[in-house]
């Protein structure tokens, strides 16, 4: 058999230039993709990591927090309820300290109109003594009350102490000072006139006198001359009542004797009350 030499030359030829076309056209193209696509796999493989990484550090950095917010959660709960315990707390000292002041306003207002009545009992039980002793008098001496009052005290006054005196004269040479007599009937120009006398005879001196007329006085003559007060009147016998008209009432106080009777009353220096 006879090799035609130019055909497979030919042939050859022609196999180089079909390997040289798929080689440059085919098996290249083919070869880049494939490292192309490589290359994004291993990309892609690689952000998948990072996002795995990244989604472990998150769920690992969630978790941190979720213990910290349970922690700080539980930790607010047990303030919550101390701090409502110690409001609670609060609140019943707020309603305890209401309900005490007003326990004692109520106390108070009580012994307040007990002493108003108290008050207002020895007050009438003083206007009706000295009605009837003022027709006590008239009938069984057959003197004024009013001269039985001015008699009394200026017995008592002739009867007074040197310190007594001492303190009335000092307290006269006050200028501007004047004496005070409260009576609880309007005095006749004559008892005036007679006390006025019996007043400068004990503090031998010329004693300004202005007379007023005092219910408070009760059944009595008070003198009031700088603070000092002089007197004598059935106010000290009615105390001993009124002390136990308030134990009657309820005040829970225990009656006290009655003063001896015709007592005087001398009081320490205290502000003239005006009228």
């Known amino acids: 058999m006879l090799i035609d030499w130019f055909t497979v030359c030919a042939q050859g030829i022609n196999f180089l230039i079909l390997v040289w076309l798929l080689k440059r056209f085919l098996y290249k193209p083919i070869l880049a993709a494939i490292a192309d696509r490589e290359k994004r796999v291993a990309t892609e493989v690689a952000d998948a990591d990072a996002n795995n990484a990244r989604a472990k550090a998150d769920r690992d950095d969630l978790a ?3 213990a910290a917010f349970d922690a700080g959660a ?6 919550a309820v101390v701090d ?3 409001e609670k707390e609060r609140q019943l000292q707020v309603a305890r300290a209401a309900a005490e002041r007003w326990r ?6 009580l012994r307040g109109e007990m002493e108003r009545l108290g008050q207002e009992v020895a007050l009438r039980a003083g206007q009706e003594v000295g009605r009837i002793s003022r027709q006590a008098l008239h009938e069984l001496a057959n003197a004024d009350l009013e001269q039985a009052m001015v008699g009394e005290f200026l017995r008592r006054l002739s009867a007074l102490g ?6 009335l004269s000092a307290a006269l040479r006050v200028p501007g000072s004047a004496a005070l007599i409260r009576s609880s009937l309007e005095l006749p120009g004559p008892a005036r006139a007679g006390l006025q006398d019996g007043l400068n005879r004990a503090l031998s001196a010329a004693v300004p006198v202005n007379f007023q007329v ?3 006085v009760i059944c009595g003559i008070e003198l009031d001359l700088g603070g000092q007060r002089v007197g004598w009147s059935v106010a000290e016998y009615l105390r001993g009542l009124d002390r136990d ?3 009657l009432i309820g005040a829970g106080t225990t009656p006290a004797p009655a003063p ?3 007592a005087a009353l001398v009081a320490a220096p205290e502000p003239v009350p005006s009228h």
């Not at 004692?104 to 207002?109: I, P």
């Not at 040197?162 to 303190?167: F, G, K, L, S, T």
Request: aromatic share 0%.
């Open 64 to 66: 941190v927090k979720e």
């Open 74 to 79: 539980a930790s607010r709960l047990a303030r």
């Open 84 to 86: 409502a315990g110690a």
């Open 104 to 109: 004692q306003d109520d106390a108070s207002a």
């Open 162 to 167: 040197p310190d007594v005196r001492n303190a």
């Open 214 to 216: 005092d219910a408070a």
């Open 245 to 247: 008209t308030a134990a």
């Open 260 to 262: 001896p009777r015709g």
